[in-house]
């Protein structure tokens, strides 16, 4: 009776999870046929109109010019897929799909068609060129079964597979199982009887106690992959943004091609940035920046002020600097750098044409006020990360966040105030 029970729960434990693996399968299987048929057609007919436009450019190149009136209906006569038609009343290039009938084969096939305006001897025509889309069909087909056929193969492989390993793998299971029903009260036997003969499930219970313990590293673990993932997507992103900027700089490219590549551009530079700013976040919760040094603030604002009066000149926006005073704190010098140069983005970035910014420097802190909104920032998320009080800016929302950051590492306070119309941000040593 009892091996009748472990017989039945064996078939049902194992059934239900091939059930899922069969479930899943099946989803993928019905999902990934029709996906890879479409593709395989859409690269199939970008091909065809790589084709037919290859051929246009041929014809556009050696014998548009040399062809006149009286050869048209000879050159037509000569080129079954490429003619010269009545002008049809077209300006632009027109691709699209047609059925001829084929007198060798009898019957309707499907063509890839261009159809083009030209002009021979100052005399509008429409370019017509086609090309034969059985063999797509065919092969597109052919591979669809293929890899129909390779899926079911991998499917039937992976669920034979997983029934033989599951059967070992839960067989300990089953063994605990047998253990838990021999088991009596008066008798002095042990649940831990179980944890004795199956390693598996001695380090289950010993993951579980080891997870209360790792709950208080989890948050270290998460900054320690962020620092690692954005210091390892330094170097590519570099070189992506490096092949975009060379290709910027060919001359062959259309006016759509160059605003595409430039607009990749400009998205990567913002990506640039997220991970520089990424990176900056995670190495100041990891206290990477710990020593301190005598750092002058005023000399770090003097130096930074001529590259951001260029940067101030595409909105007209006039900065203002009091710093006279030599202000010297005990920091690290390049997170006070840091600390500065997203003060000055941020009053810029979010400044109005014609704007102005005032920074003014004193022995107990620093201020940087300027024009913008009319109305005061929200406080209450405005140091979060991503956080934006304004949705379209192309900001990524960590400038506010990283300043924040390094006031609270060097134990300083920082305040948002909105008077007379200005935005003001004090950081207090």
């Not at 017989?7 to 693996?21: A, C, E, S």
């Not at 790589?50 to 048209?72: G, M, N, R, S, V």
């Not at 068609?113 to 086609?130: D, H, M, Q």
């Amino acid at each position: 009776m009892e091996q009748a029970t472990n017989g039945k729960m064996n078939k049902k434990l194992l059934q239900k999870t091939l059930n899922y693996y069969f479930i899943y399968a099946v989803v993928i299987l019905i999902t990934l046929a029709p996906v890879f048929y479409i593709i395989s057609n859409i690269l199939y007919e970008d091909d065809a109109n790589e084709d037919l436009y290859a051929i246009k450019k041929q014809f556009d190149t050696f014998t548009k010019d040399d062809l006149t009136l009286k050869d048209i209906t000879l050159w037509n006569k000569f080129n079954k897929d490429v003619n010269l038609q009545k002008f049809n009343g077209i300006t632009t290039d027109s691709l699209f799909d047609h059925s001829y009938y084929d007198s060798l084969n009898k019957e309707n096939e499907p063509y890839r068609v261009l159809n083009a305006p030209v002009k021979i001897e100052g005399k509008p025509f429409t370019f017509s060129a086609r090309i034969n889309m059985v063999e797509k069909e065919n092969l597109i087909g052919s591979t669809v079964v293929l890899f129909i056929s390779i899926l079911v193969f991998l499917i039937i492989g992976f669920l034979l597979i997983t029934k033989y390993i599951s059967s070992k793998l839960w067989l300990p299971f089953y063994v605990a199982l047998d253990k838990l029903e021999q088991f009596e009260i008066d008798k002095t036997t042990s649940v831990n009887l179980i944890q004795n003969t199956t390693e598996e499930f001695n380090r289950l219970n010993n993951a579980i106690e080891k997870l209360i313990h790792k709950n208080s590293s989890i948050y270290n673990s998460q900054r320690e992959f962020i620092e690692n993932a954005a210091h390892e997507l330094q170097t590519p992103i570099a070189i992506f943004k490096g092949k975009i900027e060379n290709i910027l700089q060919r001359k062959d490219l259309n006016q759509e091609q160059f605003q595409i590549i430039d607009d990749l551009n400009n998205t990567t530079s913002r990506l640039v940035k997220l991970n520089k700013n990424l990176l900056v976040l995670s190495k100041i919760e990891s206290n990477s920046y710990h020593e301190k040094q005598q750092v002058n603030v005023s000399e770090i604002i003097n130096n930074q002020i001529v590259f951001f009066n260029e940067q101030a000149k595409s909105k007209e926006i006039e900065i203002n600097i009091n710093c006279n005073e030599k202000v010297i704190v005990n920091a690290n010098p390049f997170l006070v750098e840091i600390l500065v140069n997203n003060l000055f983005i941020n009053t810029i970035n979010h400044n109005v044409n014609g704007g102005q910014i005032n920074v003014n420097l004193t022995s107990k802190g620093l201020i940087f006020s300027n024009t913008g909104a009319l109305l005061p920032l929200k406080t209450e998320r405005m140091f979060e990360r991503f956080s934006k009080s304004n949705p379209s800016s192309k900001g990524n929302g960590l400038g506010l966040s990283i300043i924040k950051k390094i006031v609270d590492a060097n134990s300083w306070a920082i305040n948002y105030s909105f008077k007379d119309r200005f935005h003001n941000f004090e950081v207090t040593f």
